[in-house]
C-alpha cells in the first residue's frame, strides 16, 4: 500500500471517530437541556442512588452554566454525591470550594456540617483499620479535622438544625482520641519509655478531662513516674487516682494491662 493511501485512511478513520463522538455528545441530553432540566437530571439520579450518573450530571451543569441558583446548589449536592459514593478527597475539596465560593448560602450551615461529615467517617474508617495495630504510630489528622469542622459549625450557626447531632458527633469523636491517645501512652509503658509514658499521660489528663481514659492516664503517670524515681509525682498521680476513680485496677495491682484491650466500636447512628 502506498503512504499516500494510509495517510487517506487513518485520515478517513479519524473524521468518522470524531463524528461518532459528536453524536454521542449531541445525543446526551444534559448537553442540550435547559439548566433546571439538567438539574431534575441529576437530582433525580441521586435519590436514586445513581450516584455516578449525579456526579457526572451536576459537573456538566457547573460547567455548562457557571453561574446561577441551579449551578449553586448543584455545587453542593456534587459534594453530596461524592461522599455518598465514598470519594472523600472530592467531596471535601468540593465542599471547601463551595463555603469559600457562596459563604452567605442559605445552606452554608449544612456545608459545613458534610465537611464534618466528611472527615468523620475518613476518622472512623481510620480507626478500625488501625484497630489492632501499633496505636503510636496512628494519625488522628482526621479525627482531630472532624472535630475542629463540626466545632466550628456550632459556633458560626449556634441555631443550626445540624448542632445537636455535631455535638454528639464531636463527643464521640473525643472519646476515641483519648482512647488512642492512652493507647499511646500504654505502649510506651510496656516498652519502659517511661518519660514519654508520663508526658503522653499527662496531655490526656489536661486535654481529655471529662472522658472515661482520664483515670487511665493517671494509672499510667503513677507507674511511670514510679519507675522514674519521681515518688512525689507518682504519688500525687496517686491521690488524685483514689478520689475519682476508687476502683480503678491500678489500686488494685491489676494495672497496666498486658495489652491495651480495644472493644470494637459500635458504629454512629447517621441523624444527619
Known amino acids: 500500500m502506498r503512504v499516500s493511501a494510509l495517510i487517506r485512511l487513518i485520515f478517513l478513520a479519524l473524521v468518522l471517530a470524531t463524528a461518532a463522538c459528536s ?11 435547559p439548566v433546571d432540566e439538567v438539574y431534575a437530571l441529576a437530582k ?11 456526579i457526572k450530571t451536576y459537573e456538566r451543569l457547573i460547567a455548562r452554566f457557571p453561574f446561577g441558583a441551579y449551578t449553586e446548589q448543584s455545587q453542593l449536592e456534587l459534594a453530596y454525591a461524592q461522599y455518598k459514593d465514598h470519594k472523600e478527597e472530592e467531596a471535601y475539596s468540593s465542599v471547601n470550594r463551595f463555603i469559600k465560593t457562596y459563604p452567605t448560602h442559605k445552606h452554608i450551615d449544612y456545608a459545613y456540617y458534610l465537611r464534618g461529615l466528611i472527615n468523620f467517617d475518613r476518622s472512623a474508617g481510620l480507626l478500625e483499620r ?8 496512628r494519625d488522628q489528622g482526621f479525627s482531630l479535622q472532624s472535630f475542629e469542622d463540626f466545632g466550628e459549625l456550632i459556633k458560626r450557626y449556634p441555631d443550626s438544625r445540624y448542632v445537636p447531632d455535631s455535638r454528639q458527633r464531636m463527643i464521640y469523636l473525643r ?4 482512647r488512642a491517645e492512652i493507647g499511646i501512652a500504654l505502649f510506651y ?3 519502659r519509655a517511661y518519660v514519654a509514658a508520663a508526658n503522653r499521660a499527662e496531655k490526656i489528663v489536661e486535654v481529655y478531662q471529662r472522658t472515661p ?12 513516674y514510679g519507675k522514674l524515681g519521681q515518688d512525689k509525682l507518682s504519688a500525687d498521680a496517686r491521690r488524685v487516682l483514689e478520689l475519682n ?28
Open 130 to 137: 488501625y484497630v489492632t495495630r501499633d496505636q503510636a504510630r
Open 213 to 224: 481514659q482520664a483515670g487511665d492516664a493517671l494509672a499510667v503517670m503513677a507507674e511511670a
Open 245 to 272: 476513680y476508687p476502683e480503678h485496677p491500678y489500686l488494685k495491682g491489676d494495672f497496666p494491662p498486658k495489652r491495651h484491650k480495644w472493644k470494637r466500636l459500635i458504629p454512629f447512628t447517621d441523624r444527619g
Open 175 to 178: 472519646n476515641n482520641m483519648a
Open 44 to 54: 433525580k439520579s441521586l435519590q436514586n442512588n445513581n450516584l455516578d450518573r449525579a
Open 189 to 191: 509503658l510496656r516498652h
Open 23 to 33: 453524536r454521542t455528545k449531541k445525543g446526551d441530553p444534559v448537553e442540550t437541556l
